[in-house]
């Protein structure tokens, strides 16, 4: 709605009032106390207080809130040379790879996949099939301990 209608609409009312109602001490009642407004605790606070006067001497200096200390700006720029590095160091290391590695490499993660397949399996397994081979397990255990 454009805003020459919202405010018709708002002075077409039919209950003839206005949408924010007036308290009743509006009116001069002089045997009504009149409410304080509340103080907000954060405001009142000395640390905004300083943190709030902070920010206008930087705005009428012109330093923007965007702009950073010039430690925290180092200690970024360091840490983002690092991963670069870091990148960098892994991808030459992926190129000098000789194809037995990376054969090795393939046969490795396909040996751990297959190890987690069968912890699935296992999982599936009923209850009484996984007490049956703990049971195998240290049977075997305990005849080669006597055996020995």
């Known amino acids: 709605l454009p805003a020459s209608m919202y405010t018709e609409i708002q002075q077409e009312r039919p209950d003839g009032g206005n949408i924010l109602t007036h308290p009743d001490y509006i009116d001069g009642n002089p045997d009504l106390i009149k409410p304080k407004k509340l103080l907000n605790p954060v405001k009142a606070s000395k640390s905004h207080q300083e943190l709030h006067r902070e920010l206008l001497m930087n705005h009428k200096r012109g330093l923007g809130v965007e702009s950073k200390p010039e430690l925290q700006r180092v200690l ?25 590695e990376k054969e090795l490499l393939k046969r490795h993660q396909r040996l751990d996949q297959l190890e987690k397949e069968q912890e699935k399996q296992e999982d599936r397994a009923p209850e009484f099939i996984k007490v049956k081979e703990n049971l195998r397990r240290t049977s075997t255990v305990m005849g080669d301990e006597k055996a020995a």
């Open 76 to 100: 970024e720029h360091r840490r983002r040379d690092l991963l670069i590095k870091q990148k960098k160091e892994e991808e030459e290391a992926k190129k000098l790879q000789s194809p037995f």
